[in-house]
């Protein structure tokens, strides 16, 4: 028997309204991955990668292009214009890192922290690769934006050393007046005198640098280092400045030279650790150990009578005993001997 209702009409959503609804899903999948995607951005490890990465792409984009105006036309650049280069891509790296990862933007600079116990060990490798990385890329942009001049400066050819010679403007490269292990020394100590200097500019028990102008003085530092020690060895002072962009030369063309030129190439790896560490442990102990140590003082032994007798700290409980002699099980309180009427005690840090 047919139904006597009439079946109801259901009136199909308009184009606009569906338009609407789609846009509204979407939103609403798309917020969960943001929400996603900023709590992995946000996680402390992560920021640190992202910090020293990008730090240290551009001081050196802003080192190796100032390096790229010397080598390729003498009437723009300028030795004192890489040092300039470099010292100030190191402030804007520290602007950019600095109060993330502390912008160390140097291999070794974070191996001397990590030695020392001022940063984990566990951050050792996320640190050195996020620097690698950033340093290789760098090299890979100034190699995007100087290619023309690169090639037409050496006439169609990638040229290690010599009068035409390019790869110098990615890595360092010990000159003719150097032996390895004198340009060894060089890089040791020079590092060493960068690790020190930056230790006093930021200790507050010292005479650091005002407050916000950390970046502009460490930038000074190494322009300082460049003009007055930098001849010898190139002053890499930092394997993550020299091995990603030599690297990235022999991958782009400029072949097995970059490698075995004077077998120069691990000692701008090796020489800066080692160098930062000494260097460390230099200002450690004529600089640091030597300052007098504040006495701390106990926060849970005050005075709390009237007549100004030291009261037993709060974490004591009050000492009780049992008169044996009595029948009565009634406790009562033992008088302990007070130390010193002093208003507090003072514990020397070794």
Same mark, same amino acid.
Request: charged share 15%; aromatic share 12%; glycine share 8%.
């Given at each position: 028997?047919a139904?006597?209702?009439?079946?109801?009409r259901?009136k199909s959503m308009?184009?606009?309204?569906?338009?609407?609804?789609?846009?509204?899903?979407?939103?609403m999948t798309?917020?969960?991955?943001?929400?996603r995607?900023q709590a992995?951005?946000? !996680?402390?490890?992560?920021?640190?990668?992202?910090a020293?990465f990008l730090?240290?792409?551009? !001081? !050196?984009?802003?080192?190796?292009?100032s390096?790229?105006?010397?080598?390729?036309?003498?009437?723009?650049g300028s030795?004192?214009?890489?040092?300039?280069?470099?010292?100030?891509?190191v402030?804007?790296?520290i602007?950019?890192?600095?109060?993330?990862?502390?912008a160390?933007?140097?291999?070794?600079?974070t191996?001397?922290?990590?030695?020392l116990?001022?940063?984990?060990?566990?951050?050792?490798?996320v640190?050195?690769?996020?620097?690698?990385l950033?340093?290789f890329?760098?090299?890979?942009?100034?190699f995007?934006?100087?290619?023309?001049?690169?090639?037409?400066?050496s006439?169609?050819?990638?040229?290690v050393?010599g009068?035409?010679g390019?790869?110098?403007?990615?890595?360092t490269?010990l000159?003719?007046? !150097?032996?390895l292990?004198?340009?060894?020394l060089?890089e040791v100590?020079?590092?060493?005198?960068?690790?020190?200097c930056?230790?006093?500019i930021?200790?507050?028990?010292?005479?650091?640098?005002?407050?916000?102008?950390?970046?502009?003085?460490?930038?000074?530092?190494?322009?300082?280092i460049?003009?007055?020690?930098?001849?010898?060895?190139?002053?890499?002072i930092?394997?993550s400045?020299?091995?990603?962009?030599?690297f990235?030369?022999?991958?782009?063309?400029?072949?097995?030279?970059v490698?075995?030129t004077?077998?120069?190439?691990?000692?701008?790896?090796?020489?800066?650790?080692?160098?930062?560490?000494?260097?460390?442990l230099?200002?450690?102990?004529?600089?640091?150990?030597?300052f007098?140590q504040?006495?701390?003082?106990?926060?849970?032994?005050?005075?709390?009578?009237?007549d100004?007798?030291?009261?037993?700290?709060?974490?004591?409980?009050?000492l009780?005993?049992?008169?044996?002699?009595?029948?009565?099980?009634?406790?009562?309180?033992?008088?302990?001997?007070?130390p010193?009427p002093?208003?507090?005690?003072?514990?020397?840090?070794?």
């Amino acid at each position: 028997m047919a139904s006597q209702h009439s079946p109801k009409r259901f009136k199909s959503m308009s184009r606009p309204d569906r338009t609407s609804r789609a846009t509204q899903d979407t939103k609403m999948t798309l917020l969960p991955v943001k929400t996603r995607v900023q709590a992995v951005l946000q !996680m402390a490890m992560v920021r640190e990668f992202l910090a020293e990465f990008l730090s240290t792409y551009i !001081m !050196m984009v802003f080192g190796l292009g100032s390096v790229a105006h010397w080598v390729l036309s003498k009437d723009l650049g300028s030795y004192l214009g890489v040092n300039l280069g470099f010292g100030f891509g190191v402030t804007m790296g520290i602007h950019i890192a600095g109060n993330i990862s502390g912008a160390h933007m140097n291999a070794a600079i974070t191996f001397t922290s990590c030695a020392l116990g001022r940063l984990p060990w566990k951050k050792f490798p996320v640190y050195v690769l996020s620097q690698f990385l950033g340093s290789f890329l760098a090299a890979a942009t100034t190699f995007l934006l100087f290619y023309g001049a690169i090639m037409s400066f050496s006439g169609e050819q990638l040229i290690v050393s010599g009068p035409l010679g390019t790869a110098g403007i990615f890595a360092t490269y010990l000159p003719d007046h !150097m032996t390895l292990w004198r340009g060894f020394l060089s890089e040791v100590i020079v590092t060493g005198l960068l690790q020190l200097c930056i230790m006093a500019i930021t200790d507050k028990k010292n005479s650091p640098a005002l407050e916000g102008t950390h970046a502009v003085v460490i930038g000074i530092l190494v322009v300082i280092i460049g003009i007055s020690l930098g001849m010898n060895s190139g002053y890499a002072i930092n394997p993550s400045r020299d091995l990603p962009p030599r690297f990235f030369t022999f991958i782009a063309g400029w072949g097995n030279e970059v490698f075995s030129t004077k077998n120069w190439w691990w000692v701008p790896v090796v020489a800066p650790i080692l160098g930062a560490y000494l260097g460390g442990l230099v200002y450690l102990v004529f600089i640091e150990y030597s300052f007098p140590q504040e006495p701390q003082i106990l926060e849970n032994y005050k005075v709390s009578k009237d007549d100004g007798t030291p009261a037993l700290p709060k974490t004591q409980p009050p000492l009780t005993s049992v008169n044996p002699n009595s029948v009565s099980t009634e406790v009562t309180p033992t008088v302990k001997s007070a130390p010193p009427p002093n208003d507090t005690i003072y514990i020397e840090h070794l």
